[in-house]
Protein backbone atom coordinates (compact mmCIF):
# COMPACT_ATOMS: atom_id res chain seq x y z
CA UNK A 1 0.00 0.00 0.00
CA UNK A 2 2.69 2.31 -0.31
CA UNK A 3 1.80 5.46 -1.88
CA UNK A 4 3.99 7.99 -3.80
CA UNK A 5 3.67 10.11 -0.83
CA UNK A 6 5.50 7.80 1.77
CA UNK A 7 8.25 5.86 -0.22
CA UNK A 8 11.74 7.29 -1.00
CA UNK A 9 12.84 4.75 -3.01
CA UNK A 10 14.57 5.16 -6.80
CA UNK A 11 12.05 3.34 -9.62
CA UNK A 12 14.30 1.11 -10.46
CA UNK A 13 14.84 -0.11 -7.22
CA UNK A 14 12.46 -2.44 -4.83
CA UNK A 15 11.57 -1.55 -1.54
CA UNK A 16 12.19 -4.89 0.14
CA UNK A 17 15.90 -4.67 -0.47
CA UNK A 18 16.30 -1.30 1.63
CA UNK A 19 14.29 -3.20 4.30
CA UNK A 20 16.21 -3.26 8.21
CA UNK A 21 15.25 -4.43 11.49
CA UNK A 22 15.20 -1.82 13.91
CA UNK A 23 14.07 -1.42 17.43
CA UNK A 24 11.47 0.81 18.40
CA UNK A 25 14.01 2.49 20.91
CA UNK A 26 16.10 3.58 18.33
CA UNK A 27 12.77 5.31 15.96
CA UNK A 28 12.19 8.79 17.63
CA UNK A 29 8.59 9.84 16.08
CA UNK A 30 9.24 12.44 13.66
CA UNK A 31 7.13 14.28 11.41
CA UNK A 32 6.48 15.21 7.90
CA UNK A 33 9.04 18.00 8.30
CA UNK A 34 11.70 15.69 9.93
CA UNK A 35 11.97 13.02 7.28
CA UNK A 36 14.52 13.52 4.71
CA UNK A 37 15.67 10.47 2.36
CA UNK A 38 18.21 9.24 4.81
CA UNK A 39 15.78 8.12 7.15
CA UNK A 40 13.85 5.74 4.62
CA UNK A 41 10.11 4.70 4.81
CA UNK A 42 7.87 6.48 6.56
CA UNK A 43 3.90 5.68 6.95
CA UNK A 44 2.08 8.32 7.46
CA UNK A 45 -1.59 8.42 9.65
CA UNK A 46 -4.70 8.20 7.64
CA UNK A 47 -5.44 11.54 9.40
CA UNK A 48 -2.46 13.43 8.18
CA UNK A 49 -3.87 12.14 4.73
CA UNK A 50 -7.57 13.26 4.86
CA UNK A 51 -8.47 16.69 3.32
CA UNK A 52 -8.72 19.76 5.58
CA UNK A 53 -12.39 21.45 5.71
CA UNK A 54 -11.02 24.23 3.10
CA UNK A 55 -10.59 21.61 0.40
CA UNK A 56 -13.72 19.43 1.20
CA UNK A 57 -15.89 21.83 0.74
CA UNK A 58 -14.34 22.96 -2.63
CA UNK A 59 -15.31 19.86 -3.82
CA UNK A 60 -18.12 18.54 -5.99
CA UNK A 61 -21.37 18.96 -4.37
CA UNK A 62 -22.74 16.40 -6.50
CA UNK A 63 -20.18 13.50 -5.12
CA UNK A 64 -19.75 15.44 -1.81
CA UNK A 65 -22.33 15.73 1.06
CA UNK A 66 -19.79 18.24 2.86
CA UNK A 67 -19.95 20.23 -0.15
CA UNK A 68 -22.14 23.17 -0.44
CA UNK A 69 -24.71 22.64 -4.02
CA UNK A 70 -24.30 25.51 -6.48
CA UNK A 71 -27.84 26.92 -6.84
CA UNK A 72 -28.08 27.46 -3.30
CA UNK A 73 -24.63 29.15 -3.50
CA UNK A 74 -25.68 31.28 -6.51
CA UNK A 75 -29.43 32.25 -5.36
CA UNK A 76 -27.78 33.64 -2.28
CA UNK A 77 -26.97 36.71 -3.82
CA UNK A 78 -30.42 37.57 -5.27
CA UNK A 79 -31.83 36.45 -1.81
CA UNK A 80 -29.55 39.40 0.28
CA UNK A 81 -30.83 41.81 -2.36
CA UNK A 82 -34.36 41.34 -1.79
CA UNK A 83 -33.69 41.75 2.08
CA UNK A 84 -31.80 44.69 1.87
CA UNK A 85 -34.63 46.24 -0.56
CA UNK A 86 -36.69 45.23 1.77
CA UNK A 87 -35.18 47.01 4.61
CA UNK A 88 -34.21 49.86 2.52
CA UNK A 89 -37.37 50.32 1.45
CA UNK A 90 -39.31 49.44 4.68
CA UNK A 91 -41.61 46.92 2.90
CA UNK A 92 -43.25 44.52 5.12
CA UNK A 93 -42.96 41.28 4.00
CA UNK A 94 -46.63 40.96 3.46
CA UNK A 95 -49.59 38.96 4.63
CA UNK A 96 -48.48 35.74 6.18
CA UNK A 97 -49.42 32.76 4.46
CA UNK A 98 -47.76 30.51 6.24
CA UNK A 99 -49.50 28.14 8.62
CA UNK A 100 -48.47 27.70 12.30
CA UNK A 101 -49.17 24.57 14.89
CA UNK A 102 -51.21 25.54 17.86
CA UNK A 103 -52.48 23.53 20.38
CA UNK A 104 -55.71 22.21 18.56
CA UNK A 105 -54.28 22.15 14.93
CA UNK A 106 -51.10 20.79 14.02
CA UNK A 107 -50.03 21.56 10.43
CA UNK A 108 -47.73 18.97 8.34
CA UNK A 109 -46.54 18.64 4.78
CA UNK A 110 -46.43 15.54 3.19
CA UNK A 111 -42.88 16.13 1.76
CA UNK A 112 -40.25 13.95 2.92
CA UNK A 113 -36.68 12.78 1.90
CA UNK A 114 -37.95 9.63 0.98
CA UNK A 115 -41.23 10.53 -0.68
CA UNK A 116 -41.25 14.02 -1.68
CA UNK A 117 -44.07 16.07 -2.89
CA UNK A 118 -43.98 16.45 -6.47
CA UNK A 119 -45.31 19.62 -7.56
CA UNK A 120 -43.20 21.49 -4.80
CA UNK A 121 -40.18 19.58 -6.25
CA UNK A 122 -40.07 19.77 -9.30
CA UNK A 123 -40.74 24.05 -8.66
CA UNK A 124 -37.99 23.82 -6.82
CA UNK A 125 -35.87 22.14 -9.21
CA UNK A 126 -37.22 24.57 -11.98
CA UNK A 127 -36.43 27.48 -9.52
CA UNK A 128 -32.62 26.02 -8.69
CA UNK A 129 -32.21 25.83 -12.45
CA UNK A 130 -33.54 29.42 -13.12
CA UNK A 131 -30.59 30.98 -10.91
CA UNK A 132 -27.96 28.85 -12.50
CA UNK A 133 -28.75 30.66 -15.55
CA UNK A 134 -29.26 34.25 -14.23
CA UNK A 135 -25.80 34.35 -12.05
CA UNK A 136 -23.78 32.57 -14.44
CA UNK A 137 -20.08 32.94 -14.91
CA UNK A 138 -20.01 32.96 -18.60
CA UNK A 139 -21.26 31.19 -21.84
CA UNK A 140 -19.51 28.70 -21.99
CA UNK A 141 -21.39 25.48 -23.98
CA UNK A 142 -20.82 22.72 -26.53
CA UNK A 143 -22.23 21.90 -29.93
CA UNK A 144 -24.81 18.71 -28.74
CA UNK A 145 -26.53 21.33 -26.18
CA UNK A 146 -26.65 23.73 -28.25
CA UNK A 147 -30.85 24.81 -29.78
CA UNK A 148 -29.88 26.48 -32.76
CA UNK A 149 -27.81 23.29 -33.98
CA UNK A 150 -30.00 20.79 -32.23
CA UNK A 151 -33.55 22.15 -31.86
CA UNK A 152 -36.27 20.14 -30.58
CA UNK A 153 -38.89 21.18 -32.79
CA UNK A 154 -39.62 22.57 -36.32
CA UNK A 155 -40.32 25.84 -34.62
CA UNK A 156 -37.75 28.48 -35.98
CA UNK A 157 -35.49 29.25 -33.19
CA UNK A 158 -35.64 33.13 -32.45
CA UNK A 159 -32.58 35.18 -33.09
CA UNK A 160 -31.94 36.58 -29.65
CA UNK A 161 -32.34 32.68 -28.37
CA UNK A 162 -28.84 32.73 -26.62
CA UNK A 163 -29.26 35.82 -25.03
CA UNK A 164 -33.07 36.08 -23.34
CA UNK A 165 -32.78 34.55 -19.95
CA UNK A 166 -36.05 31.77 -19.83
CA UNK A 167 -38.17 32.93 -16.72
CA UNK A 168 -39.09 30.66 -13.90
CA UNK A 169 -42.39 29.70 -14.93
CA UNK A 170 -41.12 28.47 -18.37
CA UNK A 171 -38.71 26.44 -17.20
CA UNK A 172 -41.02 25.04 -14.53
CA UNK A 173 -43.82 24.59 -17.66
CA UNK A 174 -40.86 22.35 -19.35
CA UNK A 175 -40.08 20.12 -16.75
CA UNK A 176 -43.24 19.27 -15.43
CA UNK A 177 -44.34 18.87 -19.12
CA UNK A 178 -41.77 15.86 -19.11
CA UNK A 179 -42.33 14.79 -15.94
CA UNK A 180 -46.51 14.52 -16.18
CA UNK A 181 -46.32 12.87 -19.92
CA UNK A 182 -43.35 10.25 -18.47
CA UNK A 183 -44.89 9.99 -15.13
CA UNK A 184 -41.56 10.21 -13.27
CA UNK A 185 -41.42 11.02 -9.58
CA UNK A 186 -40.16 13.31 -6.92
CA UNK A 187 -37.28 11.74 -6.77
CA UNK A 188 -36.54 11.52 -10.07
CA UNK A 189 -36.80 15.30 -10.20
CA UNK A 190 -33.86 15.72 -7.12
CA UNK A 191 -31.54 13.16 -8.65
CA UNK A 192 -31.83 15.72 -12.21
CA UNK A 193 -30.91 18.38 -10.73
CA UNK A 194 -27.78 15.90 -9.06
CA UNK A 195 -26.48 15.31 -12.33
CA UNK A 196 -26.88 19.08 -14.21
CA UNK A 197 -24.39 20.40 -11.43
CA UNK A 198 -22.09 17.45 -11.90
CA UNK A 199 -22.36 18.03 -15.87
CA UNK A 200 -21.25 21.79 -14.98
CA UNK A 201 -18.71 20.37 -13.23
CA UNK A 202 -17.53 17.97 -14.71
CA UNK A 203 -17.34 19.49 -18.15
CA UNK A 204 -16.54 22.85 -16.75
CA UNK A 205 -19.71 24.72 -19.03
CA UNK A 206 -23.02 26.70 -18.29
CA UNK A 207 -26.22 26.33 -18.07
CA UNK A 208 -27.43 29.23 -20.18
CA UNK A 209 -30.11 30.31 -22.52
CA UNK A 210 -29.05 28.76 -25.35
CA UNK A 211 -28.58 25.00 -23.74
CA UNK A 212 -30.75 24.91 -21.10
CA UNK A 213 -33.50 22.56 -22.35
CA UNK A 214 -31.23 20.19 -23.99
CA UNK A 215 -29.31 19.70 -21.03
CA UNK A 216 -32.24 19.44 -18.17
CA UNK A 217 -33.67 16.97 -21.27
CA UNK A 218 -30.17 14.96 -21.20
CA UNK A 219 -30.25 14.66 -17.32
CA UNK A 220 -34.04 13.68 -16.96
CA UNK A 221 -33.22 10.91 -19.10
CA UNK A 222 -30.35 9.73 -17.44
CA UNK A 223 -32.55 9.76 -14.26
CA UNK A 224 -35.26 8.33 -15.52
CA UNK A 225 -33.06 5.31 -16.14
CA UNK A 226 -31.13 5.18 -13.01
CA UNK A 227 -34.04 5.61 -10.65
CA UNK A 228 -36.79 4.55 -12.31
CA UNK A 229 -37.05 0.36 -12.26
CA UNK A 230 -39.43 0.91 -15.39
CA UNK A 231 -37.05 3.49 -16.87
CA UNK A 232 -38.89 5.40 -19.77
CA UNK A 233 -37.68 5.00 -23.63
CA UNK A 234 -35.48 7.37 -25.73
CA UNK A 235 -38.85 6.49 -28.21
CA UNK A 236 -40.82 7.84 -25.48
CA UNK A 237 -39.47 11.18 -24.97
CA UNK A 238 -39.97 11.43 -28.62
CA UNK A 239 -43.45 10.91 -28.71
CA UNK A 240 -43.21 13.92 -25.70
CA UNK A 241 -40.81 15.92 -28.17
CA UNK A 242 -42.90 15.15 -31.22
CA UNK A 243 -39.82 16.82 -33.92
CA UNK A 244 -36.81 15.46 -31.87
CA UNK A 245 -35.12 12.03 -33.63
CA UNK A 246 -34.23 9.37 -31.63
CA UNK A 247 -30.76 9.21 -32.68
CA UNK A 248 -30.25 12.68 -31.63
CA UNK A 249 -31.59 11.22 -28.19
CA UNK A 250 -29.39 8.45 -28.37
CA UNK A 251 -26.24 10.75 -29.48
CA UNK A 252 -26.66 13.46 -26.38
CA UNK A 253 -27.23 10.77 -24.14
CA UNK A 254 -24.00 8.96 -25.07
CA UNK A 255 -22.22 12.17 -24.90
CA UNK A 256 -24.17 13.18 -21.45
CA UNK A 257 -22.53 10.04 -20.22
CA UNK A 258 -18.98 10.68 -21.41
CA UNK A 259 -18.83 14.08 -19.95
CA UNK A 260 -19.88 12.62 -16.43
CA UNK A 261 -17.24 9.58 -17.20
CA UNK A 262 -19.26 7.85 -16.32
CA UNK A 263 -20.60 8.79 -12.74
CA UNK A 264 -24.20 8.14 -12.17
CA UNK A 265 -23.55 7.02 -8.64
CA UNK A 266 -25.69 9.19 -5.83
CA UNK A 267 -24.79 8.41 -2.21
CA UNK A 268 -27.75 8.71 0.02
CA UNK A 269 -26.27 11.65 1.76
CA UNK A 270 -25.81 13.26 -0.88
CA UNK A 271 -29.07 12.92 -1.99
CA UNK A 272 -30.17 14.25 1.15
CA UNK A 273 -28.58 17.13 1.17
CA UNK A 274 -30.04 18.08 -1.94
CA UNK A 275 -33.56 17.39 -0.84
CA UNK A 276 -33.01 20.08 2.25
CA UNK A 277 -30.86 22.63 0.02
CA UNK A 278 -34.28 22.61 -2.26
CA UNK A 279 -36.51 22.87 0.98
CA UNK A 280 -34.10 25.90 1.80
CA UNK A 281 -34.57 27.37 -1.39
CA UNK A 282 -38.08 27.24 -1.27
CA UNK A 283 -38.20 28.90 2.05
CA UNK A 284 -35.91 32.20 1.00
CA UNK A 285 -38.20 32.36 -1.69
CA UNK A 286 -41.77 32.20 -0.46
CA UNK A 287 -42.24 29.05 -2.23
CA UNK A 288 -44.36 27.04 0.52
CA UNK A 289 -44.48 23.43 0.45
CA UNK A 290 -48.38 22.70 0.77
CA UNK A 291 -49.52 22.41 4.31
CA UNK A 292 -52.36 20.14 5.86
CA UNK A 293 -54.23 19.61 9.22
CA UNK A 294 -53.25 17.07 11.12
CA UNK A 295 -56.38 14.52 10.74
CA UNK A 296 -56.91 11.20 12.68
CA UNK A 297 -56.30 9.22 9.58
CA UNK A 298 -53.37 11.01 8.43
CA UNK A 299 -52.16 10.57 11.84
CA UNK A 300 -52.96 6.61 11.57
CA UNK A 301 -51.30 6.43 8.16
CA UNK A 302 -47.79 8.50 9.80
CA UNK A 303 -47.99 5.80 12.36
CA UNK A 304 -48.30 2.77 10.33
CA UNK A 305 -45.58 4.61 8.19
CA UNK A 306 -43.62 4.84 11.43
CA UNK A 307 -43.84 1.14 12.51
CA UNK A 308 -42.85 -0.09 9.23
CA UNK A 309 -39.80 1.67 9.48
CA UNK A 310 -39.10 0.42 12.77
CA UNK A 311 -39.61 -3.59 11.65
CA UNK A 312 -37.00 -2.79 8.68
CA UNK A 313 -34.49 -1.73 11.09
CA UNK A 314 -35.19 -4.38 13.03
CA UNK A 315 -34.79 -6.88 10.54
CA UNK A 316 -31.53 -5.71 9.50
CA UNK A 317 -30.12 -5.38 12.91
CA UNK A 318 -31.18 -9.10 13.33
CA UNK A 319 -29.28 -10.00 10.14
CA UNK A 320 -25.95 -8.27 11.15
CA UNK A 321 -26.13 -9.49 14.10
CA UNK A 322 -25.90 -13.30 12.27
CA UNK A 323 -23.00 -12.23 10.11
CA UNK A 324 -20.71 -10.45 12.89
CA UNK A 325 -20.59 -10.32 16.84
CA UNK A 326 -19.12 -6.30 16.72
CA UNK A 327 -19.09 -4.51 20.16
CA UNK A 328 -21.94 -1.94 18.25
CA UNK A 329 -24.11 -5.08 17.63
CA UNK A 330 -24.03 -6.37 20.84
CA UNK A 331 -25.71 -3.34 22.95
CA UNK A 332 -29.55 -4.68 23.97
CA UNK A 333 -28.37 -8.62 24.00
CA UNK A 334 -29.14 -10.59 27.01
CA UNK A 335 -27.17 -13.05 28.52
CA UNK A 336 -29.08 -16.36 29.86
CA UNK A 337 -28.54 -17.02 33.22
CA UNK A 338 -26.57 -20.05 34.35
CA UNK A 339 -27.95 -23.25 36.14
CA UNK A 340 -25.85 -24.45 38.84
CA UNK A 341 -26.55 -27.92 39.81
Given at each position: ?G??????????????????????D???IT??E?V?E??G?Y?Q??S??????????????S?H?R?S??????????V??K?????M?????????K?????????????????????S??????L??Y??I????????????????H?LS???V?D??S??????????R?????????Q???E????T?????R??????I?????NW?????????LA????????????D????L????????????????????????????????????L?????DN??????E???????????A????????????????M?R????D?M?GI????A???
Amino acid sequence: MGGSVSCCFSPGESPKLHRRHVDLDECPITTTEDVSEDTGTYLQHISDRELPDELAQEANPSDHPRASTLFLNKSQTDVREKRKSNYMNHMSPGLLTKKYSSCSTIFIDDSTVSQPNLKSTIRCVALAIYYHIKNRDSNRSLDIFDEKKHPLSREKVPDDYSVVDPEHKLIYRFIRTLFSSAQLTAECAIVTLVYLERLLTYAEIDICPSNWKRIVLGAILLASKVWDDQAVWNVDYCQILKDITVEDMNEMERHFLELLQFNINVPASVYAKYYFDLRSLADDNNLSFPLEPLSNKRAQKLEAISRLCEDKYKDLSKSSMRRSMSADNMIGIKNSQAVLS
